[in-house]
C-alpha cells in the first residue's frame, strides 16, 4: 500500500477497525491513533494487531481505560549513574518515563497542532553525551532499554529523530552495545554526530528554536537547561495551559511531604505538635530545593481534550524521586 494513496488509507485503516473488532472504540481510537500503529508495523494487519491489543494490554496492567516535530534536549553527559540509581529505580523511572510519553501524547502534541493547523504527532531528540563516562555504560544499559521499550511498544511512531551530539570516538563501541537492547526501528531514526553538529541541527531546527549552548540564538528566561515552552503553556492556544497536566510536580511534592511527614511522626521522629522545622512546609521547601517528586495524583479535573483516565492519574504513592541538581 502506498502511504500516498488516500483511497488505500481508508481501506487499510477500514480493514484495520474491521481485524480488531472489540478492541476498537471509535470514541477513543481516532484514525491517527491506528494509523501510526499500521505504520509501525508496515500495515500488516496481523502484526499491528497484535501491536494494538498488547498495548491495551499494557494500560490494563497500569488500571486505566483505552485512550511540524517537537524538540526536546536531554543533557545525557550530566548523569551520573553511581548515585542515579542509590536515590531512584527503574520501577520508578519507568512511572515516570510513562507519565512523561502520556504529557507528550494527550497535551503537548495536541496544543503543538491546534497551534499548527495540522497533526503534530513527532519529537525530535537532541541528545548531548559531553562528558559521559561510558565505562560506566553498563549502569544503565537496562534503563536505556526499558525507557526505548516503553516508547516503541506503547506510544508508536511518536519518535522522529534522535541527534546524538558530542559523540566522542568511544561511543562507537557503546553505539555497537546500544543497537542490541533498542527496537530496530527507534536505532534507524539515530544520528550520530561529533563536536561538529551545528550546522546538522541547523539543517532540521530553526535558530530561533535551538539554544544558543547548541548553535542557535535561543535564550528561554531562566536559562533552556531547564525550560518548557510551546503552544501548550505560553499562551497563544486557546484553551492552554491545563491545570491538570502544568501542575503535577507541584502537587506531587505537596503529597509526597505529608506522606513522608506522617511516616516521621509514627516513628516519632516528628510529633504531630512538633516545631516549624518538622513541618509539612519544611519539607516541601526542602524538595524543592533538592530536586522533583513524582508520586501520587490527588484527585483533580483532567485533560479537557481527552475522556482516557491516563496512567498518570493512576501513579501510586512514593513512585519516582529523580534528583534535579
Not at 499491528?48 to 545525557?76: C, H, P
Not at 521547601?285 to 492519574?313: C, H, M, Q, W, Y
Amino acid at each position: 500500500m502506498s502511504s500516498a494513496d488516500p483511497s488505500s488509507n481508508d481501506a487499510q485503516l477500514s480493514s484495520f477497525k474491521d481485524a480488531l473488532g472489540a478492541h476498537f472504540n471509535p470514541a477513543s481510537h481516532s484514525d491517527a491513533l491506528l494509523g501510526r500503529f499500521l505504520k509501525a508495523r508496515s500495515f500488516n494487519l496481523e502484526l499491528a494487531k497484535t501491536m494494538f491489543i498488547n498495548w491495551q494490554e499494557w494500560y490494563a496492567r497500569e488500571s486505566v481505560d483505552d485512550i511540524g516535530r517537537l524538540l526536546l534536549f536531554e543533557q545525557f553527559g550530566k548523569l551520573d549513574a553511581t548515585n542515579f540509581f542509590q536515590i531512584t529505580t527503574l520501577d520508578r523511572i519507568s512511572k515516570l518515563e510513562i507519565r512523561e510519553a502520556e504529557k507528550l501524547e494527550l497535551y503537548r502534541f495536541a496544543a503543538c497542532s491546534k497551534a499548527a493547523w495540522k497533526v503534530v504527532d513527532k519529537v525530535v531528540v537532541v541528545m548531548d553525551v559531553k562528558a559521559y563516562p561510558f565505562l560506566q555504560f553498563y549502569r544503565i544499559q537496562g534503563l536505556i532499554s526499558m525507557i526505548a521499550n516503553i516508547n516503541s511498544n506503547y506510544h508508536p511512531e511518536t519518535l522522529g529523530q534522535v541527534l546524538v551530539i558530542n559523540a566522542p570516538y568511544l561511543f562507537s563501541a557503546v553505539w555497537s552495545v546500544i543497537v542490541n537492547i533498542i527496537p530496530a526501528d527507534t536505532a534507524s531514526k539515530c544520528r550520530i554526530l561529533g563536536s561538529d553538529y551545528q550546522a546538522a541541527l541547523l539543517e532540521i531546527i530553526s535558530p530561533e528554536n535551538l539554544p544558543a549552548m547548541y548553535g542557535g540564538t535561543c535564550e528561554c528566561l531562566g536559562g533552556c537547561n531547564y525550560a518548557d515552552v510551546g503552544p501548550w503553556n505560553d499562551g497563544t492556544v486557546e484553551g492552554y495551559p491545563d491545570t491538570f497536566w502544568e501542575g503535577f510536580t507541584q502537587r506531587d511534592m505537596d503529597a509526597q511531604a505529608a506522606v513522608l511527614a506522617a511516616k516521621m511522626a509514627e516513628a516519632d521522629v516528628v510529633k504531630p505538635a512538633a516545631a516549624k522545622r518538622g513541618s509539612i512546609t519544611s519539607l516541601k521547601e526542602r524538595f524543592s530545593r533538592k530536586g522533583r517528586l513524582a508520586g501520587p495524583i490527588p484527585a483533580v479535573e483532567g485533560n479537557k481534550n481527552t475522556s482516557r483516565k491516563s496512567v498518570t492519574e493512576s501513579i501510586e504513592e512514593e513512585d519516582v524521586f529523580v534528583d534535579a541538581e
